[in-house]
């Protein structure tokens, strides 16, 4: 055997399994197949009684050697399904079996040297299922279409589809790869191609313009092809699948559309239409199949988005309040909650209160609700609300009877207060009498203070006015009040001694102060430096009193600094901010025509400072 | 100069009395606003000390009352510093406005005194 002819059946044979290797011993087959040997398949002859229909041999290339190849080994090759038989011989067969070779034409003696051009023959006729009568043929040919729709329904996806379709027909050599246009599962047209060994997807904007129907060299589908990728189609055959798969709701008419690119004769095209023809159910059925599911697919996974996308907690329970499905919100928040407190109407969990409201679902007739929805309504920020009102109306009744309380009261004080000074001028001074006098004016004017304290930042009726007040006194009267957030820390202050006086609510602006005096402090965690001034500066000629409170804490990103004036913008803990405070303050501090300035670098610290318009002193002009 | 007081609380009508009259100027004293403007009528001071809380007609009924008809100073007293400030009491016809409570009585009969003096 010489080396080229080993060569050229190593294409010839190249993965087909299909043919079987069967020789006396393997040395003559190694001659022949050189090192394509052991990727074909072979067997002894003593070894070939084992083969079954299994085995899906439909050619046999028998080599028998020394050894004698009989009738009955042809019945046997003949009945796992062989269509073809070769013998390899250089001699002419005995007589026995000379004459079953007579009768059959489906075993043929053949020379070696003629191997090559004889195989390719018997290749092509095992393909098309020329076997030897016809009865004999079909039950391979059922054996394939079984295999065939075997692999459809393997397919995960419609690349798979077209894979194997392509294998199927991979014999019709002057066929091309398949292409595929169909409605996917987003509705949009789109054509399937192969391009080398991958397959491609390209959605199509162009409707398509023909009817649903079997069209062999049709120009129009050939322009439609070629305006879509750009490059020409000549020989076109089209062959509509109809799936049940959207198949009226779309321009396509129809689910889908096999093109073939290919160079048949008409009557070759006829052949490979009739080939095709029992193809086409299964290969619509597996369409059919891929679509639903990539349809279903889609639309479960809008829904869970959905689910997902809600900010509160959604949860499904059966009727036993196990939890069937959860959403995102709350995996994240309520994942640790008791079962029993899931099926309350209250819930309290890490900082938050939910209001529970539940929505059971019925199913049929049952009229026992066989699912229940429960939506966990997230109502911490609006309880927080709730309670700041709660507490402003409380701060309310309580100024309004602090101012009552204070009228009453200083009255009479003044009346104390001022005839003790009179009565201190009318005795003699340093004697006993004198001195109880000035203890009496002394602690009434103490008295005075208290009340007026308790006036000023309590929200009774009368501060709801603006006053000119300076904004020295209301810090120094607010620095006490908060003694306990700087004690930690150096505290550095001066205060302008002249004029300050700004035209606010002393109760509100006191509010101010405070929370920029408390974000200092709370940004500086252990130890710090608190610095707070107040001064007068002169912008665009107008007079502000300025106060300024710097720290030495963490600092104020810049992309942050836009923010931190946000309502409800905290960076701390859960129930340790509200994140008011200085979305507050900058209210305040503008309703009374000032603006708040900020100046801060990570790591450096910040300096918050409220500008507000200078004023004039409370007296009536004379 | 002839002073009116009229105030609803005792103590500090007799602490303004006594610092008047120790400054020897002739003093009338009202408890109530109708009698305040009685009195107001009958002697045409020219000083009137008014406060402004008072059980029946209060400071404010007063001096609307009294209206434009007067040559009197009046000074309104309240301890109610924001709903009678400055504005409102010029508003009403008033020279000047106190609150109460007063740091030094000695100082607010200062302030009348000057009041007056500066009027003539
Ligand atoms: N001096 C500061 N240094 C660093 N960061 C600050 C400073 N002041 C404010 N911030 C930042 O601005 C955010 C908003 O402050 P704001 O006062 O409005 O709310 P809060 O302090 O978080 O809450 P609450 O005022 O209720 O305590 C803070 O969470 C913090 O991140
Ligand atoms: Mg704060």
Redesign the pocket.
Known sequence: MKDETAQGLSALIKGKKEILWLGSDDIRVTAMLGSDKNRARFATISQFKKLKISDEISLVVVVPGQLEFDKRAIEKLKRVGAKKILIVSDHAPKESLAEVLAQVSFAKIIFENNLRAELNLAIEETRRGQGPEESDASVPRTKAMVSFIKNLSAALTIQEVLKTLREELRNFQAVKEPLLAFVNAQNELAVMFFQGHQILERKIQEPWPQRPQVRLNDLKDSQYLANIFGRPFAKLLSIPLRLRYLSTEHSLKVGAVLFFEHGLSEIEANDFLQSIEERLEPLGLALDRLLVEQYLKDVSRLWERTFDGLKDPVAIFDADSQILRANRAFAENLIDVRSADLMSDKLRHRDHDYEVQSYPITFGLSARPTNIINHYVDVTISNRLKKQMIQNEKMAALGHLAGNIAHELNNPLTGVRSLAQILITQVKPGTTLSNDLTEVEKASERCQEVIQNLLEFSSGGYEKHQQYISLRAVVQKTLPLIKTLTSRFEVNSDFFSGDDKVFVEPRLLQHVVF??I???C???GDKGLLDIRTKIQVEKMNNYAVLS?R?T????DPI?QK??????????KEG??????????KTIVERFGGVIKLE?AVGA????QIWLPLGNSGELPS | MRALIVDDEDLIRTSLKRVFEMRHHEVFVAENGQQGLEMWQAHDPELVILDMLMPGLTGAQVLKKIGAQTRSKVILISAYTGEYDVKKASELGATLFIAKPFQNIFDVVDRAEKLVENGK
């Open positions: 929370n920029l408390k974000n200092a709370e940004s500086m409170v720290d804490g963490v600092g104020i942050v923010q931190i004036f946000d309502f409800f913008y905290t960076t701390k340790q901010g509200t994140g008011l405070g200085l979305s507050m303050s801060s610290g910040s300096e918050f």
